[in-house]
């Protein structure tokens, strides 16, 4: 904890002594640009048409479509917005908070973030908090820092939204990605909880996280968070799979 609070207050100071470079490829910027042109034409916004459930684009202008990642299912968030793809720059960016302890990135990430903020889906809602998705104890323990929580910490301070650190992870979940559809929901119900004494009732909430894959994990959280009494749950990601 006081690790994280003297990396963040360091964070200005760092900015003052060492000149802004692109997050991803070092080129030396102007003050006030997180990516040099190159590396920021690299990053794709998802745009109209996307699915309006879970942000899938499509290229079909016209006729119906029925969005290959949520056919058949109902979520139980309203949304989930997810605001880039996740492919190189961004790829990069997010494996690089995760696994490199680049705490910084959260900085730039959440700036990404908040442009979801003005999507159509979100732009008229006013949210009692931002939860981040919680990593499992020994997952924290191996990173420092949850990602989510650091990236929703930032967007509360652009925001004055306070995030809530409302929920827990109690089943470590290995082999996710190496699963289906059908078993990876098996896997991921009960793996959240509301944390003891966390206050959700008749609260708007934004969950926050870095990836949306299928939407299953984001599924889940809202589903413990509007058992324990939240009135409405929305989910903002920087990117999509
Ligand atoms: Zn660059
Ligand atoms: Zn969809």
Not at 74 to 91: D, G, K, L, M, Q
Not at 191 to 214: E, G, P, W, Y
Request: aromatic fraction near 6%; hydrophobic fraction near 40%.
């Amino acid at each position: 904890m006081l690790k994280k609070t003297i990396t963040e207050a360091l964070e200005p100071l760092a900015t003052l002594f060492f000149p802004p470079h692109c997050a991803h490829c070092k080129t030396r910027l102007e003050a006030g640009m997180d990516f040099c042109s190159d590396c920021e034409a690299l990053i794709e916004r998802i745009k109209a048409p996307r699915c309006e459930s879970c942000s899938q684009p499509y290229d079909c202008l016209t006729g119906e479509f029925t969005c290959p990642n949520c056919r058949g299912e109902a979520f139980y968030f309203e949304c989930a917005v997810a605001v880039v793809r996740s492919r190189s720059v961004i790829r990069d960016l997010i494996h690089r908070i995760k696994y490199g302890k680049e705490i910084w990135l959260a900085r730039v990430l959440a700036q990404i973030a908040a442009e979801g903020l003005e999507d159509s889906r979100l732009v008229d809602e006013e949210f009692d908090a931002l939860v981040p998705v919680p990593l499992h104890p020994k997952r924290l323990r191996e990173r420092e820092y949850n990602q989510a929580a650091v990236i929703a910490e930032n967007l509360s301070r652009r925001t004055a939204i306070p995030v809530l650190s409302a929920l827990e992870r109690r089943r470590y979940t290995t082999t996710q990605t190496a699963l289906d559809r059908k078993n990876r929901r098996q896997n991921l119900r009960n793996a959240f909880s509301v944390v003891k004494n966390a206050d959700v009732t008749n609260k708007n909430l934004l969950l926050v996280d870095d990836v949306l894959t299928t939407g299953s994990t984001l599924d889940a959280c809202a589903a413990v968070l509007l058992e324990r009494g939240a009135s409405s749950v929305r989910a903002l990601t920087v990117a999509r799979g």
